[in-house]
């Protein structure tokens, strides 16, 4: 009878594949697998949170080391584009990297916009390493009061 670690049956699926991975390249004696760096890997591309009131949205990047001028923000047809690139730092000839956290690379973040945004009216600021956009609603999808009338 073989001895078989106990597993926590509410573990996330995506977490046991992971390990699967983790074991099997330990079996064949291979680097663990760290995942090829795209366009769209989340780990390669900078965090982005997007807040809803009733105005409008608000987006935040973080996007630290970049100037203004590495970011290319467009709206077209329903769609906001973060475009740039985070240039490696160049610290010589004979540097070694001895351990790298951060993300270097061109990158792009796309998101679909809700229908009542105005793209027309979008707002962007970049300060201390994090691009703000306002993405005001129109005004005929905010909503109004109406007066009640006596009668």
């Keep these: 009878m073989a001895i078989l670690r106990w597993r926590d049956q509410t573990e996330?699926?995506?977490?046991?594949?992971?390990?699967?991975?983790?074991?099997?390249?330990?079996?064949?004696?291979?680097?663990?697998?760290?995942?090829?760096?795209?366009?769209?890997?989340?780990?390669?591309?900078?965090?982005?949170?997007?807040i809803a009131d009733q105005d409008g949205y608000s987006v935040y990047c973080d996007l630290p080391g970049l100037e203004k001028e590495a970011i290319e923000v467009t709206v077209a047809s329903g769609v906001?584009?973060?475009?740039?690139?985070?240039?490696?730092?160049?610290?010589?000839?004979?540097?070694?990297?001895?351990?790298?956290?951060?993300?270097?690379?061109?990158?792009?973040?796309?998101?679909s916009l809700p229908e009542d945004v105005d793209s027309g009216r979008v707002d962007a600021a970049f300060k201390e390493g994090v691009l703000v956009l306002r993405l005001p609603?129109?005004?005929?999808?905010?909503?109004?009061?109406?007066?009640?009338?006596?009668?």
């Design 80 to 111: 906001l584009t973060i475009k740039g690139e985070k240039k490696l730092p160049q610290n010589g000839k004979n540097a070694k990297v001895y351990r790298q956290e951060t993300w270097y690379g061109p990158f792009q973040r796309t998101i």
């Design 137 to 151: 609603k129109r005004e005929e999808s905010k909503p109004k009061r109406i007066e009640l009338k006596s009668g």
């Design 12 to 50: 996330d699926p995506l977490e046991a594949l992971e390990q699967l991975q983790r074991e099997m390249s330990r079996l064949f004696d291979v680097p663990p697998f760290r995942g090829t760096p795209g366009l769209f890997d989340p780990s390669v591309s900078p965090a982005t949170d997007v």
